[in-house]
C-alpha cells in the first residue's frame, strides 16, 4: 500500500473555496463535495490528522487504490502481542479505573430508582457478588432526591461500593445527582442537543460553531460541579442515539460517535478537568469495534491518556447477549484496550457479573503475560473499517465424482466434529447436523453443518456408517478425515487433513491424484515451514493453536497467518479450529470464542468455525457456532434480536417481553426485532434493528420500522400480536416450520 509525507498544514486547508467542507473545531473533517487535491501527482480527497505537534504528516490510502488519503495511525500499543494501553488514573470514589489496575467490572440496577429499599437491596445484591461499580438511572428531579437517601442507606450498612448517575436529556438532574453519587454517565447525543429527528441538516460554519457554544453552556456547570466534589464522568456516546448535527456532518457512524464525545472532552480539558473515561457503545459489535479503535487512534495523535468503558449495548439474553458482549469486549481487550468493562444483558443485573468476571480476567491475563507472536509487519488488515477477507470457495474440478461446492458458504461455514457412535443412528445424526429429512434422506438447509470432521474412519466393511457418510457426501457436506485413517481405511471422495510436516515430507502424495487437501496449521510456524503452502491447492486451512498453549496467542498468531497469505497472493479460505479441553464450562466456551475467534471474524479475517469440546453437548456446539457468526455479522441464520438490559426507565418487564416475543418470531432469518423498555433506548439505540417494539407509556406499547414510529399506546396484552401483523404487513413474516 503506498503511504507518503505532506506538510502538516496542507491538511489544514479552510473555508470552502477550495472545494473542502470543515468544521473548525473537528479533529476528523467532514469530507462532502469535494474538488479534488494534487498530492504526488495524483487527485486524491483528504481526512485531516488533527496533531499539534507534528510538522508533517504521513498519509495512506483509506484502502487498496482508494483516492481518499488518510493518517497512519495506530489503534493500541502492539498488534503481535496485547500489551495494555497506559493510561492516566480515574478515581471513581474510593475504586481507581486505569492501566495501572485491574480491569473494573460494573453493572446498572433495575429498580425504579425513586423504590430506595429496592434500589438499595439490589445495589447491594451486586456489591455481594464482586461488582466494583454500579450504576443507576436518575431520568428526574424525584430520581435524583431519591440518591441521595439510597447513597446513605447504603453508607449505614457498610457498603461503600461507587455509585454512578445515568444521565439522558436531564443537565439539571445531572448537576443535582453530582452531589451525592461518586460518576456522572452523560450521553454526548442527548444531554445538550434535542432529541434526534434523523434528520439531515445543512449547516454552515458558523451554524456549527453556535451549536458547539450552547453545548458548552450547558454542560460547564456539570464539568464545574465535579471539580468541585472529586466527581468522576463518563462521557458515553452510543451509536444510534447521536445528535442530529452530528449525523448531518458524519453520518451514523463510529467516526461520528468519535467526535460526538472529543465535543465534550475538549470542554473538560478546557476547564482542566481530567477525571473522565470514555465509552463508545453499539449493539453491533463490528461497530463498536470500529468506534473505539478510531477514538484510541485519535487519542494517540492528540496525546491524550483517558480509560476506557468496554460494553456492547442491547446484546440480549443468554448465550447470544455473551457472544456478542464476548466479540466486541474481548476484541478490544485482545489488543489490550479496556479499564472498566459491563457485560449489558437482558436478564437480572447480578447475573452480568460473572460473564463480566470472566472477560475481565482473559484481558488481564492476556496482557499481563504479552500473549502473541513474534514480531511481523502487518500491511493488509483494516483496522478501522469492515472489510471481509473471503477466501476461494471450492469449484467443481473435472472429472469429480461429487459436488464438492457445497463443504463451505460463502457467508461463513460451520463445521461439526463427529464419532462413529453418531454414525450408528443415522437419521439421529442427520437432525443433530440440522439437516432436512425427506424419507429418511439428509438434504442441506439454512442452518446445517457445512462439513464434518471424523478423526476415525468407520471399518472398510461396516456399510451402514459408510452408507451414512456416502449420503452427507452426496448432498455437497464435506467429511474430512485425517491422512492416517484415509491412507488405511479409504472412504470414497473423503477430503483429507493434513499438516505441514506431511505436506513438506510428501506424505500426502500417497493418496490418489486430485484428492482434496485441508491443511492445519498453528501460525507461529517460520514462513520456511510455511512456504509449502505455495505448491498445494488446498480446499482450505484450519487454524489450530492449542488452548493449552497460553504464551502464544491465537488472535495473533492468525492475524500473521493472514498476512503470509496476502502477501503470497494465497486465498485458500481460513476457518478457526478451537479444541477446548475437557470439563470447560459453558459461559468461559461461549465467551473464550468469542474474543478469541470473534475478534478475527470482525476484522474480516475468516471462513468459518470449528469449535470441539470433548463432554458438551453438540446441539450446543452446533448452535454456538451459528452464534459466533451472526454475531459477527456474517451468516444470518435466526432473527436477530436488539434487546436492552432494562433499567429504572423500564415500562414493562423486559424479560418477560423478551421471552415471549422470541418464542413466537425466533424463526425468521435476516429480521432484526428491537426490543426497548423506554424511548431513551428506543429509536436511536435500535439503530441496526428492522421492527422496533418500546415502552411509551406504562403499560403502553410503540412499534417502530426502522427509526420511525409507526404505531402509539398499543395495550400491553395486545402488543406482540401488533408486531407481528407489522412485520407479515411488510412482507418479511413466514410461518414457523412444521414439527417433523
Given amino acids: 500500500m503506498a503511504t507518503g509525507a505532506v506538510p502538516a498544514s496542507f491538511m489544514t486547508l479552510k473555508g470552502r473555496g477550495n472545494g473542502l467542507g470543515l468544521a473548525k473545531t473537528s479533529d476528523f473533517v467532514k469530507v462532502s463535495d469535494l474538488k479534488r487535491v494534487k498530492f504526488n501527482r495524483t487527485k486524491v480527497f483528504v481526512i485531516k490528522n488533527a496533531n499539534p505537534a507534528s510538522n508533517i504528516t504521513e498519509l495512506q490510502p483509506a484502502s487498496e487504490g482508494s483516492p481518499l488519503l488518510v493518517p497512519v495511525q495506530k489503534y493500541c500499543e502492539s498488534t503481535h502481542k496485547t500489551v495494555r494501553r497506559k493510561t492516566r488514573t480515574v478515581m471513581v470514589g474510593d475504586v481507581a479505573l486505569g492501566s495501572d489496575h485491574p480491569i473494573r467490572i460494573q453493572t446498572m440496577t433495575t429498580t425504579d430508582t425513586k423504590d430506595v429499599a429496592a434500589t438499595v437491596e439490589q445495589v447491594m445484591q451486586i456489591a455481594d457478588r464482586g461488582a466494583d461499580l454500579v450504576r443507576i438511572t436518575v431520568q428526574g428531579k424525584r430520581e435524583a432526591d431519591a440518591c441521595f437517601e439510597i447513597k446513605n442507606t447504603l453508607v449505614q450498612k457498610n457498603y461503600n461500593i461507587p455509585l454512578v448517575a445515568d444521565i439522558h436529556f436531564a443537565p439539571s438532574v445531572a448537576l443535582r445527582v453530582a452531589e451525592c453519587f461518586d460518576k456522572i454517565r452523560v450521553n454526548p447525543g442527548n444531554f445538550a442537543d434535542r ?86 457503545k453499539a449493539s453491533n459489535p463490528v461497530i463498536m469495534v470500529q468506534a473505539y479503535r478510531l477514538l484510541v487512534a485519535e487519542m494517540y495523535v492528540q496525546g491524550w491518556d483517558y480509560p476506557l468503558h468496554l460494553g456492547v449495548t442491547e446484546a440480549g439474553e443468554g448465550e447470544d447477549g455473551r457472544m456478542k458482549s464476548a466479540i466486541g469486549i474481548g476484541t478490544l481487550l485482545q489488543d489490550g484496550l479496556g479499564d472498566t468493562i459491563r457485560v449489558s444483558l437482558t ?30 509487519e502487518e500491511k493488509h488488515r483494516r483496522y478501522f473499517d469492515f472489510q471481509r477477507r473471503t477466501g476461494d470457495l471450492p469449484v467443481q474440478k473435472e472429472g469429480e465424482e461429487v459436488d464438492y461446492r457445497g463443504v463451505l458458504h460463502r457467508d461463513g461455514s460451520v463445521l461439526m466434529s463427529v464419532s462413529l457412535d453418531q454414525l450408528k443412528t443415522p437419521e439421529l445424526f442427520y437432525r443433530s447436523l440440522a439437516a432436512k429429512l425427506v424419507l429418511g434422506m439428509p438434504f442441506k438447509d439454512l442452518a446445517t453443518v457445512d462439513s464434518i470432521l471424523l478423526r476415525e474412519l468407520p471399518p472398510v466393511d461396516d456399510k451402514d456408517a459408510r452408507l451414512a457418510l456416502k449420503r452427507l457426501i452426496d448432498v455437497s457436506m464435506g467429511v474430512i478425515t485425517p491422512l492416517s485413517e484415509q491412507l488405511s481405511k479409504p472412504l470414497p471422495n473423503a477430503i483429507v487433513l493434513v499438516n505441514l ?53 491465537r488472535v495473533h498468531t492468525a492475524r500473521r497467518l493472514f498476512e503470509y497469505l496476502s502477501e503470497n497472493s494465497l486465498n485458500f479460505p481460513v476457518l478457526h479450529h478451537i479444541q477446548f479441553p475437557k470439563g470447560i464450562p459453558r459461559d468461559d466456551l461461549v465467551i473464550n470464542a468469542g474474543a478469541n475467534a470473534g475478534a478475527l ?11 470441539e469440546a470433548p463432554d458438551q453437548d453438540f446441539e450446543f456446539l452446533r448452535n454456538t457456532s451459528f452464534n459466533l457468526l451472526q454475531g459477527c455479522r456474517m451468516r444470518n441464520t435466526k432473527t436477530e434480536y436488539v434487546s436492552c438490559p432494562s433499567c429504572g426507565r423500564t415500562l414493562f418487564d423486559l424479560q418477560v417481553i423478551s421471552a415471549e416475543i422470541r418464542e413466537k418470531t425466533s424463526h425468521l432469518p435476516g429480521v432484526s426485532i428491537a426490543i426497548m423498555g423506554c424511548i431513551v433506548n428506543g429509536p436511536g439505540e435500535m439503530a441496526d434493528a428492522d421492527f422496533g417494539y418500546v415502552g411509551g407509556a406504562p403499560g403502553k406499547i410503540d412499534l417502530y420500522v426502522g427509526k420511525t414510529v409507526v404505531q402509539r399506546g398499543i395495550a400491553m396484552e395486545g402488543a406482540t400480536n401488533a408486531l ?17
Fill in 195 to 280: 432529541r434526534a429527528q434523523f434528520e439531515t441538516l445543512e449547516y454552515t460554519d458558523d451554524d456549527y460553531q453556535k451549536e458547539l457554544e450552547h453545548i458548552e453552556k450547558v454542560f460547564v456547570p456539570l464539568v464545574e460541579k465535579c471539580k468541585k466534589y472529586g466527581r468522576a464522568m463518563r462521557i458515553g456516546t452510543n451509536h444510534g442515539s447521536l445528535s442530529d448535527r452530528i449525523m448531518s456532518y458524519y453520518g451514523d457512524s463510529p467516526r461520528g460517535m468519535v467526535e460526538s464525545a472529543f465535543e465534550f472532552a475538549r470542554i473538560c480539558r478546557k476547564l482542566d478537568f481530567h477525571n473522565f473515561v470514555f465509552s463508545m
Fill in 501 to 553: 510436516n506431511e505436506l513438506s515430507t510428501g506424505a500426502h502424495k500417497l493418496l490418489p491424484e486430485g484428492t482434496r487437501l485441508v491443511v492445519s496449521v498453528r501460525g507461529d510456524e517460520s514462513y520456511e515451514e510455511l512456504e509449502v503452502l505455495k505448491s498445494i491447492d488446498a480446499t482450505m486451512i484450519l487454524h489450530d493453536l492449542p488452548y493449552s498453549d497460553e504464551k502464544t496467542g
Fill in 347 to 376: 436478564e437480572p443485573p447480578e447475573e452480568e457479573i460473572d460473564p463480566c468476571r470472566k472477560l475481565a480476567n482473559l484481558g488481564m491475563k492476556a496482557s499481563q503475560i504479552q500473549q502473541g507472536v513474534a514480531p511481523f
Fill in 601 to 611: 471474524l470482525v476484522d474480516g479475517l475468516g471462513d468459518g468455525i470449528l469449535l
Fill in 724 to 740: 407481528i401483523q407489522l412485520i407479515k404487513d411488510h412482507g418479511r413474516w413466514v410461518d414457523p416450520p412444521a414439527e417433523e
